[in-house]
Each structure stands twice: as C-alpha cells, then as structure tokens.
C-alpha cells in the first residue's frame, strides 16, 4: 500500500488535530491519494461537514468550504451547477448526512445532483461527544445511552436507502478503513462516475472512532468489525 502523504495535501508540516487511531484519517488519505491519482488536485472542490470531518480543512491543498451541520450536501450541488467543470466532493459523518442532512442526501439521489459525497459512519455523534447516531449499533453503549438502551433495533442503512430512492444511474458503494485498498477503489470509482457526468455517486466508510468508544486499537477492530457484519461491505449501485 502507498504510505506516502498524499501530494494535494499541504506542505507545511501540522500537527494532526485528529486522536490518535481515527479513522477519518484514513479516509481522508484515502481521498487524497485519489485526487492525486486522477490528477484532479485544481479541479476539486471539497464540502465539508461540522463534525470531526471538519479537521480535514487544515490538509488539502485543494479549494474547500466548511458548511453547517448537515448542508454540506446541497452546498456541494449548488456549487456544481454553477460550476459544471468542478469535481465536487461533500464530505459527512453519520450524524450531519442521515440525521439533520438526510433530507438533502435524499433529495440530491432523487435529483441526480453530479456530486460525491462520502459518509463517515462511526456510530456517533463524534465531535460532541459521542452520542448515539441514525448508525448506532442495536444496544451500543454511547454517551447518550449509557445503559445501551433506547437505540435502534435497525439503524439506519444509508447506502442501501439511497439505492432504493435514487433516480437514473447513481453509484453506490459502502467501504470500511479495515480495507482501505479497497474503499479508495470505491471513492475512484464514485468520482470517475461523476467525470463522466452519470449522476450522484455516494460511498459510506464503516470507520473507527476510539476515544467516544473509549476503545483500544484491538477492541476499536473488533467493534469495527462488529459493525461489518451489521453493515454489509460492496457495491450496491453502479458499473
Ligand atoms: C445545526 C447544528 N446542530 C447541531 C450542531 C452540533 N453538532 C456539531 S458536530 C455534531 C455531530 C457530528 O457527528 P457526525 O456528523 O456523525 O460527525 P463525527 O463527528 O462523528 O465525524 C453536532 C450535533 C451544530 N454544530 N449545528
Ligand atoms: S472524537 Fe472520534 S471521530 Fe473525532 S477525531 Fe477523535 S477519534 Fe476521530
Ligand atoms: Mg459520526
């Protein structure tokens, strides 16, 4: 696997505001290592959520803009159709895309807005402290549900939702950090698909979220995988 920081990402050197172990790093390198393979770094637009997501502003070399809580979404597709050449990437957790922004998400399939979006699902709300999320696992313990009750029996299933809803060729896809070979062959795919002007493209990645989980590197693996048998791994729209 390429080690290397991506080459869209800044130069100066900065301390990661990430904790140690979080997953949206890998993500985001993730992200960066396709923006640099596809040779798009001018061309990019990036979206980014209130949330932990928003620590990704200090990294890319590329033009971004931070929204409110759950409108990075529509602020990526206003930006696209003023800007049809840009390649526009909304970038979300769970608790910004299918809580308070799932109406957006939704709206955006069904319009076939030709913008990526990708999804962090860690199971809380991570910036704020953990509370329980759409995505919290049945009987997840989360600051919110300290005795892990009052979570869904069925939380919410953003990928296979937006195949249901989403009108014309959509691609969709959900990827996990515990291969992120992988998920940044997902988040190619979904930003080939919107050079190529096919419509809305969404990747959810299953992602870790140690210090809300007051997890170790073991058991924060060990809850992830957990939530890939919960969330099932692939492609579930698309070429
Ligand atoms: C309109 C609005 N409502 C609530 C908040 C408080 N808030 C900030 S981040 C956040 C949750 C973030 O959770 P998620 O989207 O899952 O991202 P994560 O931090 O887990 O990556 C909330 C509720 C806010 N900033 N604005
Ligand atoms: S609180 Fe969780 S999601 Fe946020 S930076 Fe820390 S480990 Fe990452
Ligand atoms: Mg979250």
Redesign the pocket.
């Known amino acids: 696997m390429n080690t290397a920081m991506p080459k869209c990402f800044k130069k100066e050197s900065k301390p990661s505001k ?2 140690p ?2 997953g ?1 790093s890998i993500v985001l390198k993730m992200l960066g290592q396709v923006i640099d393979d596809l040779n798009i770094q001018k061309k990019s637009f990036f979206s980014i959520d209130i949330g ?1 997501s928003l ?1 990704a502003w200090d990294f890319f070399d590329v033009d971004t803009i931070q929204t409110h809580h759950g409108r990075t979404v529509p602020v990526a597709w206003g930006f696209k159709r003023a800007n049809n050449k840009a390649v526009v990437i909304a970038y979300t957790g769970d608790g910004g895309g299918y809580a308070i922004g799932l109406q957006n998400l939704i709206y955006a399939s069904l319009r076939q807005e030709n913008i990526t979006v990708i999804a962090v699902n ?1 199971t809380v709300y ?2 704020t402290g953990g509370q329980a999320a759409p995505t919290t696992m049945p009987h997840e313990i989360t600051d919110s549900t300290p005795n892990g009750d009052f979570t869904l029996e069925r939380p919410f299933f953003g990928p296979e939702t937006l195949s249901l809803v989403a009108e014309g060729t959509p691609y969709i896809a959900r990827g996990s950090i515990s291969n992120p070979l992988i998920l940044k062959n997902y988040i190619k795919k979904a930003i080939l698909h919107q050079q190529e002007g096919k419509g809305f493209s969404f990747v959810e990645a299953l992602s870790i ?4 989980w007051k997890t170790d590197a073991k058991k924060s693996f060990e809850f992830l995988k957990e939530m890939e048998k919960t969330y099932k791994l692939g492609e579930l729209k698309g070429d």
Request: glycine residues 8%.
């Open positions: 990430f904790c172990g979080c949206h932990c620590l860690n991570a910036m979220c140690p210090t809300n």
